[in-house]
């Protein structure tokens, strides 16, 4: 079969750090190649190579045989090729069809004419028919929920004419049946005749979707299996280099679809928070929270599960003084701070693990020591500040372990183990962690798992916002579930079954 597109022993280093290794592969029409590998083994890297937003040291690319050097992402685009990023890169209030045409907008009466909008819409339509991905080109996307925006980029790309469509951590903020349905759109894509790349930690995703894996390890090509027949226990021993270590952070199934998390003995009589009848708004000034009541116990993870959009950041954000209550009352320890902000509720011993590490949680420019140490209270002494650093950098494993690296220089693996440290250090009494292990390579799951566990075997409440079902049934005690601002029930984590949890995520069992 002949290959559309091969990478031939591509290279790229960041000043002594060889990114990515004398890669070589060849991907065909028809054909899904899954990217695996742990954080900082090349993956994203490898992805920026080839689609023109860097530049190889060593190596080329070749499109149809012949050698292509891209100017830039654009040049690659025009060429067929494209990609469908983790985080969405859409306009918010501009139209489905706006976002889709974004750059190439079809113009009336020549290049120099006013934008044909009707063509535009007509044209998105089209495609979305044709390639089954039902959306209205007229709705805004700011008014969307996740599964739609993710559709709305899978469109800018196909409409632009791809003919190899590369996905990275596609399915890091969908519920059960919205990665199923975008799986069956990647498989939809093949079967069409494109080529496809697939990136993702989630091993029984990519071998659902894949038909060759292909894993690296610490830039290098270590191994393309066959997808058909593989064992993600072989790819997670392939990833980490070592084939006598039991791979981590893998699921273990148990009849009726749900994980058997390890038996537990937690004390959860004494009641850490109190939320009652919790109200608050979205940025939009469109209701978040509807009525919100929970209790956590000493000892205790609650898991929150539910589709990207229906309240949990914001109940994140209310439990950390970031959002405002409309209405309700929020207590921690029996004390009412419901209209305490982030310095308080910080004080009384609330930690909190944002969905951005970056934006919400470190200072890139920052060292890695100077991070540590944000928010305690009193003067450091630089002596202590580097040794307590050194400490933390060895408990949680942070690559490299320099305390007076930037923050930003970090993978973004090791940026998380330096957030979770800072945040699980001060021995807080309650956690609100919000998507921790998203992206993360499984070394770094099991790590931020394990401390998490630890915190609550010392007595904090832990709440665990997180799409992944396997994650929550694995670790949480019991599973609440949010739908439209709405808690529409909770089970026991041991008999959260996918289904029971589809259907309290949809509201259809509320």
Not at 58 to 79: H, K, M, N, T
Request: aromatic share 2%; net charge positive; hydrophobic share 45%.
């Amino acid at each position: 079969m002949t290959p559309i597109l091969e990478a031939r022993g591509l290279s790229r280093s960041f000043g002594e750090l060889r990114a990515v290794d004398r890669v070589s592969f060849a991907l065909a029409a028809g054909e899904v190649l899954a990217l695996v590998g742990e954080n900082g083994a090349g993956k994203t890297t490898l992805l920026n190579l080839l689609l023109g937003f860097y530049r190889p040291d060593e190596g080329e690319i070749a499109l149809d045989g012949a050698v292509r050097r891209w100017r830039s992402p654009a040049d690659a685009e025009a060429r067929g090729l494209g990609m469908v990023h983790q985080h969405f890169t859409l306009v918010e209030p501009l139209t489905v069809a706006e976002n889709v045409v974004l750059g190439r907008e079809p113009r009336r009466f020549g290049l120099a004419g006013p934008f044909d909008r009707r063509r535009a819409e007509r044209e998105v339509a089209e495609v979305a028919e044709r390639e089954g991905l039902p959306i209205d080109p007229r709705g805004r996307v700011a008014e969307l929920s996740v599964a739609s925006r993710q559709r709305v980029e899978i469109l800018k790309v196909l409409w632009r004419g791809a003919r190899v469509v590369a996905f990275d951590e596609p399915t890091g903020a969908l519920g059960p049946a919205e990665s199923e349905a975008l799986c069956e759109t990647v498989r939809r894509l093949a079967r069409g005749g494109r080529a496809v790349l697939f990136v993702s930690h989630k091993l029984r995703e990519v071998l659902a979707v894949a038909s060759r894996v292909a894993v690296l390890r610490a830039g290098r090509l270590v191994a393309t299996l066959d997808a058909k027949g593989a064992e993600p226990e072989r790819i997670a021993r392939l990833m980490v280099g070592d084939a006598s270590a039991p791979p981590t952070g893998l699921p273990r199934p148990s009849p009726g679809g749900a994980a058997s998390p390890p038996p537990r003995s937690r004390g959860v009589d004494e009641i850490v928070l109190r939320l009652s009848d919790a109200a608050c708004r979205d940025d939009r000034g469109a209701p978040a929270l509807r009525g919100v009541s929970l209790a956590l116990h000493t000892g205790e993870i609650v898991g929150v599960a539910g589709v990207d959009g229906n309240g949990q950041r914001e109940l994140a954000e209310v439990l950390t003084g970031l959002r405002p209550l409309d209405a309700g009352r929020l207590e921690v320890e029996g004390v009412d701070l419901t209209f305490a902000r982030a310095r308080e509720l910080r004080a009384r011993g609330v930690a909190h693990v944002p969905e951005d590490r970056l934006r919400g949680g470190l200072f890139g420019a920052l060292s890695v020591a100077e991070n540590l140490a944000l928010g305690s209270p009193g003067p450091l002494r630089r002596r202590r500040l580097v040794a307590e650093a050194a400490a933390a950098i060895r408990a949680y494993d942070i690559r490299p372990p320099e305390p007076g690296m930037r923050a930003s220089a970090l993978s973004g693996g090791n940026q998380q183990k330096l957030l979770l440290a800072r945040e699980l250090g001060r021995r807080p009494k309650l956690v609100v962690a919000v998507h921790p292990t998203r992206g993360l390579d499984l070394n770094a799951q099991a790590l931020v798992r394990a401390r998490l566990r630890e915190a609550a075997a010392g007595g904090a409440a832990v709440l665990l916002v997180s799409f992944d079902l396997d994650e929550l049934r694995e670790i949480a005690d019991r599973i609440v579930v949010l739908c439209a601002g709405r808690v529409t029930g909770e089970a026991a984590a041991r008999e959260a079954t996918d289904g029971r949890l589809g259907l309290l995520m949809s509201g259809a069992a509320a």
